[in-house]
């Protein structure tokens, strides 16, 4: 329509121009024809401002945001004119809860900025398709919604009368995080007993050395609660690339006084505006936040009543076999969850209160002073603390020694100790790609030792872990059945990399010796204490599948090893492969089914996890394009079709363990009784049923664009009114025990496997890299700035926003050697695969790494051939570990993550 109006505009303005050369006036050679009044109807040259005034004309606005796999969550107005979306804007009407702090506001990103465009592209999936030839040939028949859900349906009894429940793949990705998104799926996997991959792990993105220490990785900050820091460390961290809506926050502390340090091997974007860019070599973090520790022990600038009160640094150890002190080690029947301390005042040995044996869930100390060093003996025990262990293992990373593995200066390392550990409020912000290292769980646990030792703990600072989890007991009820019925849920990066066949990846790409001596283990041993993992029920894994229906995870384009990969899951899933996407992404192109999936302008839904306390609402602003479907009522017309199709045929539950798989009833189950049979039943269930929203209702939060969450929406705590919410203030100030198993900031793990790899303590250790293969260039691929991982990667206007094509970043002296020009086209390769790609001077990189932003598709690249056909990976063992205390298989909170930056390549011109 619009297009129309301008050609008509133009060929206006093309006649307008022929005639007043005709008429041979004058004045339209040199000069506008003089007006009075250019106000006045008659003036001549009104008639292109119609134009833009039918552009500003539209019959609806609507609320959404957008929120695959991404954190950011910002409400947008969307207008709408005949059932088409013309255009976003951001809402930019949070509230200031606090005057002395910034509002959240306009909050988006460019991302945000073009979704009417990218809901409408090529690409996107419109109406139900069956697979006409081979998997992946691109033939495609459409069939109606009645005839695919039945055909899916009878496949899906089929699994379950061959092979029984637990043989079918319900997996939802992390592309699916609003709350109805996200509960359609999950409920119907409860129903079912579907495999359902941690959705943190299966991506890399978990802190493991927050749950370690912490107990809890999900508890960090609101991006409002970093204006009141005085000192910012960003390690692994790229705000102003990956965190647009937030990073607003960072340089208004900045401005506000604080000291901001970006910890990165590249001069990044967030670099540039930092107070201090400390140039690390790539993978080498814990070395650095051990040198720091080393600082901060050596020269006393610990805080001794934070350490006394918070921490297991005072908890007893003993000196014959490095375990902790038990009161099973001298009472019979005594509990081997009650630790000690040893108290100065009455020169013995007293219980740690708050821990997961203990009756006295408090961390206040009472009349107790526990003893910070020395050595004592408990019933004839020789014990010491864990701050004497923890100080040993520290004396190893002196700045001096550390230089050579960081490149960071010794002296520089010292003064910024010296001034992180003086600072009032002290914030160490980590990013997503700090789980994708192998010595990632080294990194956090060693930062949370910076932060403990100085106190900086709950309203004084903390680890910003990049996530918040809110206290949605409601959508956890919804999706997981009201608790009765429960998913098979499996350990993300365990489960991908055993599925995938990953270590035969391993075997071809890394050098066993060289392997050990890096990271403290090889091939063999990490496979034997996979097997004891999973033997000992520590990770569950489910084994082989015989059906998948993937909805929102896009595994062919983000496994690494990818062709192989996709080869194996594909020979596994011969039964069935059912995709749910908004659109032909790189795992759809491999489905057997496709079933289209509405977008966010699409369907009503709620959103709030990210660094914000608002719940952002999707209030349908249009009808879905074609025939696609919210995910809720795809499931619920799934649910539907398979109960239909057991009582046809006569199928009625399948016993599962203690649950029976009811197929007969399954709809029934799913839709409450048939009151929650659309998107808008089901979100207006959660906002009536839901104490976090205080009350509002439904009509109202849609109508302003989002709820503020109430004190009931904290996890940990509740969330105060007017504040930025800091993580575990409960606990300091509170005294409330952390979920660990001493009930403290834990810096000591007495797991025989901890005990085995000589990581009891905080410590440091390499990444695998190139020193541990036979290739010399080091691999790591950052989240890009242009799309969330390969969403919107194909947009027009994302892409001319950059080159447009798949681009490694190089070191201009490393592509002389290589005789590579900018922009020219290069071929990186080892011996597991190789991918092409266009080069781009990168000069702040070191020489020794290639940088890719990761998320471009497998078919954006020539050949097909995408970056993870070049990446080997391994799991860490220490994050399989289970059956201590609060070690052991948390979803979202605690298992192995699937690493991206652990091999190594070659480049060359192509």
């Not at 080690?329 to 969850?337: N, T």
């Not at 912000?429 to 192998?438: A, E, P, T, V």
């Not at 499996?490 to 050098?511: P, T």
């Not at 800091?726 to 007495?750: H, S």
Request: charged fraction near 25%; proline fraction near 5%; aromatic fraction near 10%.
């Amino acid at each position: 329509m619009l297009r129309v109006k301008r050609r008509d505009f133009l060929k206006a303005s093309s006649l307008a121009g022929a005639g007043v050369l005709a008429a041979n006036n004058a004045w339209s050679l040199n000069r506008l024809e003089p007006i009075g009044d250019t106000l006045d109807e008659e003036y001549p040259y009104r008639d292109w401002e119609d134009l833009y005034r039918r552009e500003f004309t539209w019959d609806k606005v609507g609320k959404a945001a957008h929120c695959i796999n991404c954190v950011g969550n910002c409400a947008f107005d969307v207008f709408v004119k005949d059932g088409i979306v013309l255009r976003e804007e951001q809402l930019a009407k949070y509230p200031q809860i606090n005057p002395n702090v910034p509002d959240a506001n306009p909050r988006g990103c460019q991302k945000g900025a073009i979704h009417s465009s990218a809901m409408y592209e090529g690409d996107r999936l419109r109406y139900p398709l069956k697979r006409a030839g081979e998997r992946g040939e691109g033939k495609w028949q459409r069939v109606s919604w009645d005839e695919i859900t039945e055909e899916i349906a009878d496949k899906i009894i089929d699994i379950f009368e061959k092979y029984g429940p637990g043989k079918l793949m319900t997996h939802t990705g992390s592309g699916n995080l609003s709350m109805v998104r996200l509960a359609a799926p999950y409920r119907f996997a409860s129903l079912l007993g579907g495999v359902q991959l941690d959705i943190f792990t299966d991506v890399g993105d978990l802190n493991t050395g927050a749950h370690l220490a912490y107990g809890n990785p999900l508890e960090s900050f609101t991006s409002d609660a970093w204006f009141d820091a005085d000192y910012i460390m960003m390690s692994l961290f790229n705000p102003n690339a990956t965190r647009i809506p937030d990073a607003h926050y960072l340089w208004e502390a900045k401005y506000n006084g604080a000291r901001v340090v970006s910890v990165a091997p590249d001069y990044n974007p967030s670099s540039i505006h930092a107070d201090l860019w400390l140039p690390i070599k790539q993978g080498a973090d814990p070395f650095l936040a051990m040198s720091f520790v080393n600082v901060i022990i050596e020269e006393g600038l610990y805080k001794p009543d934070f350490v006394k009160e918070q921490t297991d640094l005072t908890v007893l150890v003993r000196q014959d076999n490095g375990m902790l002190l038990r009161e099973a080690d001298f009472k019979d029947g005594g509990s081997d969850q009650v630790f000690y301390h040893w108290d100065l005042n009455s020169g013995t040995a007293v219980a740690a209160k708050g821990s997961m044996g203990s009756e006295d869930k408090t961390l206040a100390l009472g009349g107790v002073d526990p003893a910070i060093e020395g050595s004592f003996e408990v019933d004839g025990i020789a014990v010491t603390t864990v701050f004497e262990k923890v100080r040993a293992e520290a004396a190893k990373f002196t700045p001096e020694a550390t230089e050579a593995e960081t490149g960071v200066e010794a002296e520089t390392v010292r003064r910024e100790a010296r001034l992180f550990a003086g600072a009032r409020k002290a914030i160490l912000m980590n990013g997503f790609n700090i789980g994708r290292y192998s010595n990632g769980i080294f990194t956090g646990w060693a930062q949370v030792l910076m932060l403990a030792l100085t106190g900086h703990g709950g309203k004084a600072g903390g680890l910003d872990t990049s996530w918040i989890e809110w206290n949605h007991g409601k959508l956890l009820e919804l999706a997981l059945f009201g608790f009765q019925k429960f998913p098979r849920l499996e350990a993300g990066g365990l489960g991908e990399f055993l599925r995938g066949h990953m270590i035969d990846h391993a075997r071809q790409h890394f050098d066993n010796e060289k392997l050990k001596a890096r990271v403290g283990f090889d091939i063999d041993e990490m496979e034997a204490m996979i097997e004891e993992s999973v033997t000992e029920g520590w990770m569950p894994y489910h084994g082989d599948m015989k059906g998948l229906i993937s909805i929102a995870d896009n595994k062919f384009r983000r496994n690494k090893h990818a062709d192989k990969y996709r080869e194996r899951i594909l020979e596994e899933v011969q039964e069935l492969f059912v995709n749910i996407n908004v659109r032909m992404d790189s795992t759809a192109e491999w489905a057997d089914y496709l079933l289209p999936a509405a977008s966010h302008y699409e369907a009503w839904d709620l959103r709030s996890v990210g660094f914000h306390r608002f719940v952002n609402v999707f209030s349908r602003p249009v009808d879905p394009i074609g025939e696609a479907k919210p995910d809720w009522e795809i499931m619920v017309l799934l649910s539907k079709k398979i109960q239909e199709r057991a009582l046809a045929r006569g199928v009625g539950g399948y016993q599962d363990g203690n649950v029976s798989r009811d197929l007969h009833t399954i709809y029934d189950d799913f839709t409450m009784g048939g009151t929650l049979l659309s998107d808008y039943d089901a979100t207006k269930w959660l906002v009536d049923n839901s104490a976090e929203f205080g009350g509002v209702s439904l009509e109202e939060g849609a109508e302003q664009g989002f709820f503020v969450m109430s004190a009931e929406g904290g996890a940990n705590q509740p969330i105060p009114a007017s504040e930025p919410y800091n993580p575990f203030v409960a606990q300091v100030e509170g005294k409330k025990p952390y979920d660990t198993l001493t009930g403290r900031i834990t810096f000591y793990c007495d797991h025989p496997r901890f005990m085995k790899l000589g990581a009891a303590t905080p410590t440091a250790r390499h990444h695998a890299g190139r020193e541990a293969s036979n290739y010399p260039l080091s691999f790591y691929s950052p989240h890009t700035r242009w799309g969330i991982h390969s969403n919107w990667r194909s947009n027009k206007y994302m892409m001319r926003l950059q080159r447009g094509e798949p681009n490694i970043y190089i070191n201009p002296n490393l592509a002389a050697a290589r005789g590579i020009t900018d922009g020219g086209r290069v071929r990186i390769f080892n011996g597991i695969g190789e991918f092409f790609a266009q080069a781009k001077f990168y000069p702040s990189i070191p020489e020794t790494s290639i940088m890719m932003e990761h998320g471009w598709e497998p078919h954006q690249y020539e050949q097909g051939k995408p970056m993870n056909n070049a990446m080997a990976t391994l799991i860490q063992p220490l994050e399989l570990c289970g059956g201590w205390g609060h070690l052991g298989f948390k979803l979202w909170k605690y298992n192995a993550n699937q690493l991206a930056h652990e091999s190594s390549v070659d480049v060359e011109p192509a």
